[in-house]
């Protein structure tokens, strides 16, 4: 087969990435035998893995069904040294070739388009989007390619949404659990005149397992897929979303409670409500040597914020925004010599946005936080974002075993920002009212700051044989500042001058077979940047800036086995360092050097490992049972790295029965062990804290298709 899929096979493969039921199933069926993995996020469109010189990690949507994360981490776990922490709910913080938390350092998308605006980075984002209801995800372990702009540096998560069937379907999934969990998922689908039609429905309540840990959500998806009589397809799609939650988000204890009265919450007044909005609408036309592609989408969000992990040095409530309207647009041609293949295209966006925000002062009863006062408004601005990036992709083949690829993108952003309040220094009280202390914060005036970048990209893959293939590839990335860390001062004098962090990212890898009995790749990868925004926070303040570099360098693989007809055994790992390559933190104490230290939350081991049993026998057929380990290693707690926190172990299990054709029961036991563990562990103000993971919960449900 051509490693180079064209004409029919071509759209015969983006229909089996995207799903398309315009297909007629037997033809998928038939055909799909003949071909090798797809990856659609590199370039938006269906590209073999095996030409990709990228590390992507493919998990499809038959993965995510019999999983059924009821957090994202319950399935990207699986992406090698990938760590998601839950915070509370679908809350997350994110460690991919990154430390473990909250940096605007990862580009979430949804069937290739950015979840927001990246101006109004939020770390939580994939709570945004409905991930137990997707046809798959595919996540890009570091930078992106030219497609991708700013924010994907440590990776890109894009979440593939469900086609419509090409006949009448329905399910209704019901599930329940500790901790008051419950979950209905319901969708619906048909094919009607050419028309596709898909709804899905996802309701899901916890009342969390530690105190004041409460969680609603409510989400909504709808998708239309609709050919034309001229050979062009036209996708809509829509999805809504709110979560109410009352937010233990990283809420750490004492190391005394931790181990005691892990179920505490200190920061139990702290709560984040957020609304979100997508809409868009794809034409794309597909000839023998070209394809046109324009998608112009709308974008809504909102959040209503206390948050739990400022309670105790910048307190405050913030209710902020955006409204988009952008356009992806692409012009793809081929041309026969060397299989050569040039991609151009641009990235528009335009996004309005504002924060309000008070100073909040509380009254503590021990650890606790037991009620607070509002001190006023001290941030009230509007702020737009705009973004036009341009950009040209190229790959070629002039040896049959060789596919090289380049690409140029040119990001040019600006912020128009626009202060409501007075400017310059003002003071705010301390924290707590047991204090009579003030802090100085600054509010900048009104201002317009620009950015652009050039991004330049190369790699290369080299087919040793149809089962065996390598990569190498260096990419350059920047992040531009976010909107919050350059006109939300707080302790910063001159925030609205804080510069991108650029990244130099170069990687090697060697993939076996991507289907069969036995499927393997690894890697290593090496990632400098420059200009890293880093946050210094002691006793007295808390301020960002770009004095510092930081290395990260490591090796992932991962591996998968079916080593008996019904016994199949799969897993990834990752070794890797994540250190300050030069950062001398200048505080109110004085200098530190920290170069040559660890950053702290990143562990260097990172494993996952299943072991899957799918009996055959007459009353046995159907049945899937899943043992899962989970391991995170040793981090330092501190920029000095005086304190250790030691890792953990966890042990999952799932299991699936089919009870007739279009009935199934499932069950999921997470931390079968009950073991203790922390989503996160720090070492601040000379005292070790934790905030405690989730104890043995258990999960049981049925799912009806129609």
């Known amino acids: 087969m051509p490693l180079l899929v064209r004409g029919r096979h071509q ?131 570091g930078p992106g390619s030219a497609l991708q702009g700013s924010d994907a540096i440590g990776g890109v998560f894009n979440v593939l949404s469900k086609p419509p069937a090409d006949k009448p379907e329905a399910s209704t999934t019901l599930e329940a659990g500790s901790y008051g969990w419950g979950r209905f998922l319901g969708s619906a689908s048909d094919t009607i005149g050419g028309w596709g039609l898909r709804g899905d429905l996802n309701l899901t309540h916890s009342d969390g397992w530690r105190d004041a840990t409460g969680y609603d959500r409510q989400s909504a998806g709808f998708r239309i897929d609709r050919p034309l009589s001229s050979g062009a397809l036209l996708k809509a799609s829509m999805s809504v979303t709110n979560v109410d939650q ?39 036309r597909e000839d023998a040597d070209s394809l046109v592609s324009l998608t112009p989408f709308v974008r809504w969000n909102e959040m209503d914020l206390l948050a739990s992990f400022l309670m105790s040095s910048d307190p405050s409530a913030a209710l902020s925004g955006h409204q988009s309207l952008g356009l992806l647009a692409k012009y793809r041609h081929d041309f026969a010599p060397w299989r050569t293949r040039l991609v151009t295209g641009i990235d528009l966006d335009y996004s309005p946005g504002f924060r309000e925000e008070d100073r909040l002062r509380f009254t503590k009863s021990g650890e606790f936080f037991r009620s607070y006062t509002n001190q006023g408004r001290i941030y009230d601005y509007d702020v737009t974002y705009m973004q036009a990036s341009p950009y040209v992709h190229a790959e070629t083949s002039p040896l049959s075993p060789l596919r090289l690829q380049a690409g140029l993108r040119y990001d ?83 925030s609205i001058h804080l510069r991108p962090v650029k990244v130099d990212n170069y990687e090697i890898g060697l993939r076996g077979p991507d289907r069969g009995d036995f499927t393997w790749e690894t890697g290593i990868f090496h990632m400098l940047k420059r200009d890293d925004i880093l946050t210094l926070q002691d006793a007295s303040q808390r301020i960002s800036s770009n004095n510092g570099k ?157």
């Open 412 to 494: 040019s952003m600006s912020y128009d920002y626009q202060n409501n309040l007075s400017t310059g220094a003002f003071t705010v009280p301390n924290a707590l009212t047991s204090s009579a202390t003030t802090s100085t914060y600054y509010r900048p005036g009104d201002t317009t700051r620009y950015f652009s970048h050039l991004s330049p990209s190369l790699g290369a893959t080299w087919a040793f044989s149809p089962d065996l293939n390598s990569f190498a590839r260096y990419k350059h990335s920047f992040r531009a500042p976010s909107e919050s860390q350059l006109f939300r001062s707080g302790q910063n004098s001159d």
């Open 550 to 706: 930081t290395r990260h360098y490591g090796f992932e693989a991962a591996a998968s086995w079916k080593f008996l007809p019904e016994w199949t055994i799969g897993g990834s790992g990752t070794y890797a360092r994540h250190r300050y390559a030069g950062w001398v933190a200048r505080g109110t104490s004085g200098n530190v050097d920290l170069s040559g230290n660890d950053i702290p939350t990143a562990p260097r081991v990172v494993h996952n490992a299943t072991l899957a049993w799918q009996p055959k026998g007459d009353w046995l057929n159907g049945l899937t049972l899943e043992a899962e380990w989970v391991h995170v290693g040793p981090y330092k707690m501190d920029d000095a790295n005086t304190n250790t926190y030691s890792g953990h172990h966890l042990f999952n299990l799932r299991g699936a029965y089919a009870l007739a054709e279009n009935l199934e029961l499932f069950g999921r036991v997470i931390n079968v062990g009950d073991s203790q563990w922390a989503t996160n562990a720090t070492y601040t103000s000379g005292r070790e804290e934790f905030a405690p993971g989730a104890p043995l919960s258990v999960f049981a449900g049925i799912t009806a298709k129609f």
């Open 246 to 284: 009352q937010t233990g988000a990283n809420a750490r204890l004492s190391g005394m409670d931790y181990k005691n009265h892990a179920s505490d919450n200190y920061h139990y007044l702290a709560y984040r409500k957020v609304k979100s909005a997508r809409a868009s609408l794809s034409y794309e």
């Open 11 to 141: 759209r015969l493969a983006l229909a089996l990435v995207l799903s398309s039921a315009l297909i007629p199933v037997p033809l998928l069926a038939q055909e799909a035998q003949q071909l090798q993995e797809m990856t659609v996020t590199g370039t938006r469109e269906g590209e073999l893995k095996s030409e990709t010189p990228a590390a992507i990690t493919i998990i499809k949507g038959g993965a995510v069904g019999f999983v059924k994360p009821a957090h994202p981490s319950e399935i990207i776990g699986r992406v090698p040294g990938a760590v998601l922490m839950q915070t509370n709910g679908e809350g997350h913080t994110t460690g991919l070739r990154q430390p473990i938390g909250t940096d605007a350092v990862y580009s979430y998308l949804e069937d290739g388009i950015p979840t927001r605006a990246t101006g109004f980075f939020n770390h939580n984002a994939l709570f945004e989007v409905n991930v137990p209801q997707a046809d798959g995800i595919e996540v890009t372990r």
